[in-house]
């Protein structure tokens, strides 16, 4: 009997590709059989090291991992690391290499993962989500009336456009808002679009306290040209374009708004807020061939070519680690 195994072989024996093998080999938890004179077409792994490695492997508990997830769920694999931090997807850190450790999400905890984060970050939140532009008004948009009742911009069950009305606990249409309650805007919600491109990618649970005083700060200075609101049962999603806008008073603790930053940076600085989208745009120069076939790959998986390279590197670089 043969006490080793083909490249191909140890592929099978663990379920992993072929690279990965390669990996393993770099990485020392198999031996590569050396063979300085080419003698035989494909490398070969001592059997021991490899059946030692699928035992470990067996130990570990199966599930998917971040990669894959941000895969399915259409986010970036840093996202999934963060929602991972924060537990909103429930993962299991296991052992992974020598003194390493990485995650395991189960069947179970991806999908109450997926019914909670029903939006793909790739997808830019369409304005009709948050914008009424008819009457020119934005969900969740502050107004008072000149007896200071005050009323919120938000949605029915039916999506007719409105105001919810704290004072009474009841929701009105917006001829009715305004006319029977005279009902103002607080702010102005438009701004001039800025030239960068990127996001910040905001999640804030319904209730918290920072939820509201942050829209109303972002609606008046950066304007609904320049952000996206997708609202959720349990939280709302902000896209806020990348830009660094001036202020007198920031009505929260900007220590509390960070905990709810997901992607992306904001920082205060000399009377600035400085938003910083977690890409940057680079150049690669690579053969028309291997584009050709990246943008194949990026269509038949509904995704956009960035998204295809960006996971493709992310997969390299968790096996180079």
Not at 123 to 152: G, H, P, T
Not at 225 to 240: M, Q, Y
Not at 297 to 307: D, L, V
């Amino acid at each position: 009997m043969n006490e080793w195994y083909t490249q191909k072989e140890v592929a099978d024996r663990l379920g992993v590709s072929k690279p990965t093998v390669y990996h393993y080999g770099k990485q020392g938890k198999i031996k590569k059989i050396m063979d300085p004179y080419r003698l035989h077409r494909e490398a070969r792994y001592y059997k021991e090291d490899v059946d030692r490695l699928a035992i470990v492997r067996k130990q570990i508990p199966t599930g998917m991992r971040p990669s894959e997830v941000a895969k399915q769920l259409g986010l970036s694999v840093q996202s999934v690391y963060k929602y991972i931090k924060d537990d909103t997807i429930k993962a299991l850190e296991v052992p992974f290499g020598d003194e390493r450790t990485t995650y395991v999400i189960s069947e179970e905890a991806f999908e109450e993962a997926k019914e909670l984060l029903q939006f793909s970050e790739s997808e830019r939140v369409r304005k009709i989500e948050y914008y009424e532009s008819s009457n020119d008004i934005a969900l969740f948009q502050l107004f008072q009336s000149s007896d200071n009742l005050i009323a919120r911009v938000i949605r029915n069950k039916e999506l007719d456009w409105g105001f919810y009305l704290p004072n009474y606990q009841k929701w009105v249409n917006y001829e009715e808002g305004t006319e029977r309650y005279s009902l103002n805007p607080c702010y102005g919600i438009h701004k001039e679009p800025f030239d960068n491109k990127g996001y910040v990618h905001i999640k804030i649970l319904k209730g918290e306290d920072i939820l509201y005083p942050f829209i109303d700060f972002i609606y008046e200075l950066w304007g609904i040209e320049n952000l996206g609101i997708r609202e959720h049962d349990l939280w709302v999603h902000i896209s806020l374009k990348a830009g660094e806008v001036p202020f007198t008073e920031l009505p929260f603790p900007i220590e509390q708004l960070l905990l709810h930053v997901q992607e992306g940076t904001i920082e205060i600085a000399e009377g600035l807020v400085i938003v910083r989208s977690a890409y940057r745009k680079t150049n690669l120069e690579l053969p028309i061939k291997i584009l050709d076939k990246v943008k194949q790959f990026a269509e038949n998986e509904k995704i956009t070519m960035s998204q295809w390279v960006e996971r493709a590197l992310q997969q390299s670089i968790d096996e180079e680690e």
